[in-house]
């Protein structure tokens, strides 16, 4: 992340540090200027390619996979809305193992069922009659018309049961499928990043494109 706060413009805020004078300021970077995709770029899905993060790999890792350039990880994130790397991102599986004994405390748990799922369901003539991996109730039941056999089904086998593990660890694997940003259209985000992160002239507060400088109330008191 480190390319992405060397962006992040300076704000002077009036020093609170012990033995600060009144007039005294310290920097700071401006932690309320986001860098985010434009929404027009987020419309535009022939920008961005599908992606599967392999194994405990990090953002960082996938930066350098994909772009060469593992300060790019701000990039993999904001591609996909992450926020909150530490329940956004997929864990790792020494970390996988720890939440699921945090959660289900014991083994037996883990193996317990979760609920339950269809299986996919076709006539003879091959059309499908319900699909698979809908959460249904235990007795779930479905009766068709075959207009082949010319009888009315009732299929005994509609239901599969998933334990805890199974629905967490696909929870989890949902997590790796990511969307990036295609390599060529990398210019468009570095001049969108210059923009949205320098300050504009027309505020008493502005002092350059990457430095404002906050209002000490206490010099008017």
Same mark, same amino acid.
């Given at each position: 992340m480190s390319n992405y706060f060397r962006n992040v413009p300076d704000f002077d805020y009036v020093s609170r540090l012990p033995g600060a004078k009144i007039s005294d300021y310290i920097k700071v970077k401006n932690f309320f200027k986001r860098g985010f995709l434009r929404e027009d770029i987020f419309q535009e899905l022939s920008f961005f390619t599908?992606? !599967?993060?392999?194994?405990?790999?990090?953002?960082?890792?996938?930066?350098?996979?994909?772009?060469?350039? $593992?300060?790019?990880?701000?990039?993999?994130?904001?591609?996909?809305?992450?926020?909150?790397?530490?329940?956004?991102?997929?864990?790792?599986? &020494?970390?996988f193992d720890r939440f699921l004994l945090d959660k289900y405390e014991t083994y037996e748990k883990l193996n317990e069922i979760h609920h339950y799922e269809t299986v996919e369901i076709k006539t003879t003539r091959g059309t499908v009659i319900v699909k698979e991996?809908?959460?249904?109730? $235990?007795?779930?039941?479905?009766?068709?018309?075959?207009?082949?056999?010319?009888?009315?089904?009732?299929?005994? !086998?509609?239901? &599969? $049961?998933?334990?805890?593990?199974?629905y967490e660890e696909k929870v989890e694997n949902e997590k790796r499928n990511i969307f990036l940003l295609k390599p060529q259209y990398l210019n468009i985000i570095y001049d969108d990043m210059d923009e949205m992160m320098s300050y504009k002239k027309g505020s008493s507060q502005y !002092?350059?494109?990457?430095?404002?400088?906050?209002?000490?109330?206490?010099?008017?008191?």
């Open positions: 599908k992606y !599967k993060i392999i194994g405990d790999d990090r953002p960082d890792n996938v930066a350098w996979n994909f772009y060469q350039e $593992s300060g790019l990880d701000w990039l993999v994130l904001t591609c996909n809305n992450i926020v909150n790397i530490q329940t956004e991102w997929p864990l790792t599986q &020494t970390d991996g809908l959460e249904v109730d $235990s007795n779930f039941t479905v009766t068709y018309y075959d207009d082949i056999t010319e009888k009315q089904v009732t299929p005994t !086998k509609l239901v &599969t $049961s998933v334990t805890n593990y199974v !002092k350059t494109e990457t430095l404002k400088t906050a209002d000490n109330i206490r010099l008017y008191i």
